[in-house]
């Protein structure tokens, strides 16, 4: 794996050479089986692998645009797409789509949505109806992406980090998550929730409001909401993210889930 990686860093973006091309196969074979991921958890915390996102952009200079069809339907794209989902123990409803690259992993269900290339999704996950999880985004396993979820995806910049979604998170309907926000383990997003990279996130919790960006806590409730800002004509509203609570840790997650939504009275 060591050479594999030292190659894809020293040649890129040069795709020339025969036996380059099998290495960057390889590579993409790998994302699609969850052997290689493009971000991975360690003790020190999210480690991105920017050479595998390279590989990806290597991939489809490589990859010639084709016309092929699923009747009725036609396509007409370099990306072939994931295939023997019985085998992988993967539910996948009408018209769900996921492209060769990406991975999907042992029960997950997939409702008509769309699931880009070198993106991650583990155990148990549900990507509900017209959710979209972009390039390279990671998600975490008995997670639920409700209907109308965006995760953004990301191949460039190279050192631009992706959308990370831990285990056990619930993303409230119509949800925006992009520019590598992460959102920790057991959080809950209520419905409409967007976060970029330089969305206020504010922990309402306490006597005193508390500030961050790009990262949702574990366990955190937070909700859409509004600040004012002053412009030049005025003062106006411009969306941000409360914290207004904290998700019990539980061993029973779905019993955890239910009481927090109705504790909160979170819209889903």
């Not at 991975?40 to 915390?45: A, F, K, L, Q, V």
């Not at 929730?193 to 409730?221: C, H, M, R, W, Y």
């Amino acid at each position: 794996m060591h050479n594999i990686k030292e190659s894809i860093k020293k040649t890129f973006p040069n795709t020339e050479s025969s036996e380059l091309k099998e290495i960057i196969f390889e590579v993409i074979s790998q994302l699609d089986s969850g052997i290689l991921r493009v971000a991975e958890s360690t003790i020190d915390g999210w480690k991105i692998n920017e050479w595998v996102k390279k590989s990806i952009l290597m991939y489809f200079s490589l990859m010639k645009m084709y016309t092929y069809k699923l009747d009725p339907l036609e396509f007409h794209d370099k990306i072939p797409l994931k295939s023997r989902y019985k085998e992988k123990e993967v539910r996948v409803v009408p018209h769900a789509i996921a492209r060769y690259g990406a991975y999907i992993s042992k029960g997950v269900i997939l409702m008509p949505s769309y699931v880009n290339i070198g993106a991650y999704i583990g155990e148990n996950t549900m990507i509900d109806t017209w959710a979209t999880v972009g390039s390279c985004a990671q998600i975490g396993k008995n997670v639920h992406l409700s209907g109308g979820v965006g995760v953004g995806g990301v191949l460039e910049p190279l050192q631009a980090e992706p959308v990370i979604i831990e285990n056990d998170v619930f993303i409230g309907s119509r949800c925006i998550i992009v520019e590598g926000v992460r959102i920790e383990r057991q959080a809950v997003l209520g419905a409409g929730v967007i976060i970029t990279g330089t969305t206020k996130i504010i922990d309402v919790t306490g006597p005193f409001p508390i500030e961050s960006k790009g990262l949702i806590p574990a366990f955190a409730v937070a909700i859409p909401g509004t600040y004012p800002k002053n412009f030049s004509s005025g003062v106006y509203q411009v969306t941000c993210v409360f914290i207004i609570g904290k998700r019990k840790e539980s061993t029973d997650k779905k019993t955890s889930l239910n009481e927090t939504l109705r504790k909160y009275s979170i819209a889903i």
